[in-house]
């Protein structure tokens, strides 16, 4: 009888330990959402400003740059940054606020982001680093124009591996749109010419090109890449080269896709896996380092988490409490 007391507490106080664990853990784990869509963690700069400006002084503007180096926002920005809103001498901790926030949100250009959309069909093609997040980005990018009322065919033209198409495959399986596959270790480039043959047969709008994930110093693979934009192109010219690079990846990452836009002229950025980092100023260093636009941000692995990218909101949730 002793025993089976004794085993029934063990059970119920293990129980309750796995319990207060979970919800711990969960807590730790919170993420706020802004109302640009981007997802930062409640840790983050925001928190470390209050810090920073709690006395103006000589002693501030080191404070401020640990913070935003830790924050992911480079050096070149960060001193940019910082002589902007030094050079105004703010008197108060708001009015540095206040005068930060202009600072950073003149890293952004103030430039068009949506996608350039244009030729029958309009032609994306994905480009990035191996894992940084191009197939599920290509996936939410057609879901995203479905529901816009686009019709979309996507091209598997990762014939690296047959995994690649086939992850493809699955994904335009759920959302219900087609998939032009080739054999594996076959001719990416003839994939995108099937694809665009078969778009044009069917009138669809969007054709989406999803490539094998490729270093910069990979001669053959980066050729590859050129050629696969040429025929992408077709008569009328590629619409958008999308650069998917991975928001955890840092300021490495930034220097891996830097040679990207010497082989193909990347028009925009897809920040993926900005749900994973605790340092939004990613975003800040990507686009004065690359010089081109972040237009899109990936906030999760779900066919819905891709977001237009909102300077200003994006701002307003980095600098945020
Ligand atoms: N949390 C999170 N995970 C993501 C996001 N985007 C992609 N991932 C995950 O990142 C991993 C790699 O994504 P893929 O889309 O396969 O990356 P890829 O660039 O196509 O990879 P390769 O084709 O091998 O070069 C997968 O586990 C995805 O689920 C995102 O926005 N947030
Ligand atoms: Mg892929």
Redesign the pocket.
């Known amino acids: 009888m002793e025993a089976v007391v004794y085993v029934v507490v063990s059970v119920v106080a293990v129980a309750v330990a796995v319990v207060v664990i979970l919800l711990v853990s969960r807590r730790g784990a919170r993420v706020e959402t802004d109302p640009g869509g981007v997802e930062t963690r409640a840790t983050g700069l925001g928190a470390r400003l209050r810090v920073v400006f709690s006395s103006l002084d000589s002693d501030t503007w080191t404070r401020l740059e640990d913070a935003l180096l830790a924050a992911d926002v480079g050096p070149a920005p960060t001193s940019r940054i910082i002589e902007r809103v030094r050079s105004q001498s703010p008197k108060t901790a708001q009015e540095a606020r206040a005068l930060l926030s202009d600072a950073v949100r003149a890293e952004f250009a103030d430039t068009d982001r949506g996608l350039n959309l244009w030729g029958e069909p309009s032609v994306i093609v994905v480009v ?13 990018l057609a879901h995203h124009l479905v529901q816009q009322g686009k019709s979309v065919l996507l091209a598997a033209a ?1 014939t ?2 047959a ?2 198409s086939e ?1 493809l495959d699955v994904w335009g399986q759920r959302i219900g749109v087609p998939v032009v596959t080739g054999q594996e270790g076959g001719d990416a480039a003839a994939v995108v010419y099937d694809a665009l043959e078969s778009a044009r047969a069917r009138s669809i709008d969007v054709v989406i090109v ?5 270093l910069h110093d990979n001669k053959n693979l980066m050729e590859e890449l050129k050629k696969v934009h040429r025929v992408a192109g077709g008569e009328g010219g590629v619409g958008e080269v999308l650069l ?1 690079l ?2 955890t990846a840092g300021q490495n990452g930034l220097a891996q896709v830097r040679e990207f836009g010497s082989a193909v002229p990347v028009s925009g950025v897809a920040l ?5 980092s605790a340092r939004g100023g990613i975003v800040v260093a990507v686009e004065s380092t690359l010089g081109v636009p972040v237009k899109l ?5 779900t066919i819905s ?2 977001d237009p990218f909102d300077p200003s909101a994006f701002v307003a949730s980095l600098l945020a409490e």
């Open positions: 990035g680093v191996n894992g940084s997040g191009k197939t599920t980005t290509v996936a939410k990762d690296y591996r995994a690649g992850q999803d490539t094998a994930g490729r998917v991975d928001a993926a896996k900005m749900d994973g941000v990936g906030t999760g692995e988490a891709l």
